[in-house]
Nanobody, 111 residues
Framework: QVQLVESGGGLVQPGGSLRLSCAAS????????MAWHRQAPGKQRESVAA???????HYVDSVKGRFTISRDNAKNMVYLQMTNLKPEDTAVYLC?????WGQGTQVTVSS
């Protein structure tokens, strides 16, 4: 059974940083696109960042230059390094791989 488990969320002040992790299990994900999405209260879920098996990446415009997605295929992990966080980054962040969603981790940016 494919499972994704996120961790690393929390409360951080504006301008702060967090690193999210997503542990994948149930199969080898090295040949799949891995992605982070987020959902804020009252808003639609949006794709934040994605990383291809080649290592190529894509980011939504609002996080370019602040967020970095990476992966460790040997460990079946995907990460999201978030810097210079803003209140509008507050959301539940979810890992997505090959039709499977994690349960999400809450990120709150507030002073």
């Amino acid at each position: 059974q494919v499972q994704l488990v996120e961790s690393g969320g929390g409360l951080v002040q504006p301008g702060g940083s967090l690193r999210l992790s997503c542990a994948a299990s149930g199969r080898t994900f090295s040949s799949y696109i891995m992605a982070w999405h987020r959902q804020a209260p009252g808003k639609q879920r949006e794709s934040v960042a994605a990383i291809w098996p080649s290592g190529a990446t894509h980011y939504v415009d609002s996080v370019k230059g602040r967020f970095t997605i990476s992966r460790d295929n040997a460990k079946n992990m995907v990460y999201l390094q978030m810097t210079n966080l803003k209140p509008e980054d507050t959301a539940v962040y979810l890992c997505y791989v090959s039709g499977t969603w994690g349960q999400g981790t809450q990120v709150t940016v507030s002073s």
